[in-house]
């Protein structure tokens, strides 16, 4: 709860200084840094947790499955327009139907990415993942399980503010057992100010 708060804090801190620096760039002209904000859903990855319902169902956790919301900046190089430079962070959360306890899987994800625009509205990126503070609570019901800091590499392509995203990583737990945390994801960003 504590890892949610501070992430809040820190969400709200870098929406209103990135938004309020990018405005003050932008109408000065001096350097294209601009405000980033987006969702993401990604698939993926083996299964940390199973939970049975008594009615006879169960459902899956994976670690590669989730829902972000993320800010951070774009930069764009004035001498070669078609090169950007991303950096988010955010928060991925995944939980589970269970009404009587609240099992869920956090983390906190940095992404840093250089993008080129091969079109006015297609952009393609590659860069890093790192995934912080990744824990799965099971609220009681089974054991907690703490995962080391990950890593790995993502490439994406964006038409618009909609993309499509892979990321390959590799969780590892507090017994040294590693599970894939690969992903699929749908990716929604935009950018203020807009040109």
């Known amino acids: 709860m504590k890892m949610l708060k501070l992430t809040v ?10 938004q309020l620096l990018a405005q ?7 350097i294209p840094l601009r405000f980033l904000f987006g969702a993401a859903i990604e698939f993926g ?13 169960t459902q899956s956790v994976n670690a590669g499955q989730g829902v972000s919301l993320f800010v951070g900046g774009q930069y764009q190089f ?8 991303r950096a988010t962070v955010g928060y991925k959360y995944v939980t589970t139907q269970a009404d009587n306890a609240h099992i869920r899987l956090t983390r906190v994800p940095l992404i840093f990415t250089a993008n080129w625009l091969i079109a006015e509205k297609v952009r393609m990126g590659a860069g890093i993942a790192m995934h912080q503070g990744i824990n799965f609570k099971a609220d009681g019901v089974g054991d907690d399980i703490t995962f080391s800091n990950a890593r790995g590499p993502i490439f994406e392509i964006a038409y618009r503010g909609i993309g499509i995203s892979y990321t390959a990583m590799t969780y590892t737990d507090q017994a040294d057992i590693a599970y894939s945390a690969n992903a699929f994801g749908i990716t929604i960003s935009g950018v203020l100010p807009k040109r």
């Open 78 to 85: 004035p001498q070669v327009e078609s090169l950007l430079v």
């Open 9 to 18: 804090v820190i969400l709200f801190l870098s929406v209103s200084t990135l």
């Open 24 to 30: 003050e760039l932008a109408e000065k002209k001096q």
């Open 45 to 57: 990855g083996d299964e940390v947790a199973e939970v049975y319902f008594t009615n006879g169902d």
